[in-house]
């Protein structure tokens, strides 16, 4: 079976996956090739930490290894990418050649790196190197490509056709971006705004130019929507459409329905006070926080809608 972690790098994605066959290093390396990318690259302590979550404690190879026919060199297998050997990992004494000629690598459950004999049978890491990317920024990895696209066969997608239409049956295929053709847009119900303002000035703005700032009762689908924007704030956190009224004690979102404090995943749980207001955090790991309404933060407002 297939375990699949997507893990963002720089402008493309790389996507992870354990392929639990035992194949020696050149076969592993063919296998991600016709069916990946290659196999799994390694550039920093966090690209470990993604290995280990999709199974490389099993002794699963990566995409280093050495040129026998020079002194020794260790290389990905990926051609063009440098290897720096400063994010080696090796174990105590590794690499030792203990075995015989061990010119692969490969990773246990405790991140470290071992030679071994690139003929040994192990699991393996493949990884994707995809380029293609939604215009409005977003990290969908939805892909539906069409069979009937000639370079899918071959497993080549990045030609110079770098724009994609929408086939008969819903399937993707790709097309000039040049070509003239009719094309459909989306309105979103959740707009971030890359602007620092106080929890009144966001709260104005939004009502001015969109509808309100943003809120979602018992609607985990929405704040998991909400929870996507405020990944790309320029703020620690964004707010959002909820605030503490004193004269109530209670927490209520901007349309005026009550909330629960007790249902809230707090950042710093602890007793409200007067002028805080609620915002999201950043790094959408679904936590409130409570922060000073006067605070300047990146916001979101809400489009006018009708459901509740």
């Known amino acids: ?36 990318t290659d196999l799994a690259t390694v550039e920093n302590m966090d690209d470990t930490e993604m290995l280990i ?55 246990d ?37 069409s069979r009937d696209d000639p370079f899918l066969s071959k497993g080549y997608l990045h030609d110079n056709r770098s724009c994609v239409k929408v086939g008969p049956k819903g399937t993707f295929i790709r097309d000039h971006c040049d070509q003239t053709r009719p094309f459909i847009c989306y309105d979103d119900i959740f707009i971030l705004v890359n602007e620092n303002k106080t929890f009144e000035e966001a709260l104005y703005h939004c009502r001015r130019h969109y509808g309100d700032l943003a809120w979602f009762i018992d609607q985990p689908h929405l704040k998991s929507m909400a929870r996507q924007r405020a990944k790309m704030a320029d703020s620690e956190d964004v707010w959002v459409g909820l605030y503490y009224t004193c004269a109530l004690e209670s927490w209520i979102w901007v349309n005026g329905h009550y909330v629960d404090d007790m249902d809230v995943s707090w950042r710093h749980p602890g007793e409200s006070e007067c002028g805080v207001a609620g915002a999201m955090e950043k790094g959408g790991e679904n936590q409130w926080v409570k922060r000073n309404s006067w605070e300047r933060l990146n916001f979101i407002c809400s489009r006018e809608r009708d459901c509740t």
């Not at 354990?18 to 076969?27: A, D, L």
């Open 53 to 107: 979550e999709v199974g490389a404690g099993a002794g699963a190879w990566i995409g280093l290894y050495n040129r026998t026919e020079v002194n020794r060199v260790w290389l990905w297998s990926l051609p063009g990418l440098e290897f720096d050997e400063s994010d080696v990992n090796w174990k105590n004494k590794e690499p030792n050649d203990e075995g015989g000629v061990e010119n692969c690598v490969y990773i």
């Open 109 to 145: 459950n405790s991140k470290m790196w071992h030679d071994g004999g690139c003929e040994a049978k192990r699991c393996f890491i493949c990884y994707n190197n995809d380029t293609w990317g939604w215009s409005d920024g977003s990290n969908s990895s939805f892909r539906k490509w």
């Open 1 to 36: 079976f297939t375990q699949t972690h997507f893990f963002p790098y720089s402008n493309a994605c790389h996507v992870y996956h354990f392929i639990n066959e035992s194949k020696s290093w050149e076969e592993a390396r063919n296998f991600c090739s016709i069916n990946y």
